[in-house]
Nanobody, 123 residues
């Protein structure tokens, strides 16, 4: 069992930066691939980024590639999402999630989810 708790999001101006963190409980955190997803009002939840259990590989949605960076600290049971050059279209509820599946961009592959944290980017 893994419990995930995201840090508070926030309101930021376009072009600004924000870092989200997600703290996980459970001794097996390091064995999970961790992902970030987001859901904007009226839209479906979508994949943002994922990082494998040792942090050796990272994956990004095309819409955030070059702007967002996912990382993890297994010693602290925490995964991070550094978001730079934010755009109004990045406004969404952001979720972290954990999976042992290789299908790292598929929502259905993730077993555990955080409660979500709101990120709002003003123009």
């Amino acid at each position: 069992q893994v419990q995930l708790v995201e840090s508070a999001g926030g309101l930021v101006q376009a072009g600004g930066s924000l870092r989200l963190s997600c703290a996980a409980s459970g001794r097996t955190f390091s064995s999970y691939t961790m992902g970030w997803f987001r859901q904007a009002p009226g839209k479906e939840r979508e994949f943002v980024a994922a990082i494998t259990w040792l942090g050796a590989s990272t994956y990004y949605a095309d819409s955030v590639k070059g702007r967002f960076t996912i990382s993890r600290d297994n010693g602290k049971n925490t995964v991070y999402l550094q978001m730079n050059s934010l755009k109004p279209e990045d406004t969404a509820l952001y979720f972290c999630a954990a999976t042992r599946s290789v299908s790292r961009s598929e929502i259905k592959a993730y077993d555990y989810w955080g409660q979500g944290t709101q990120v709002t980017v003003s123009s």
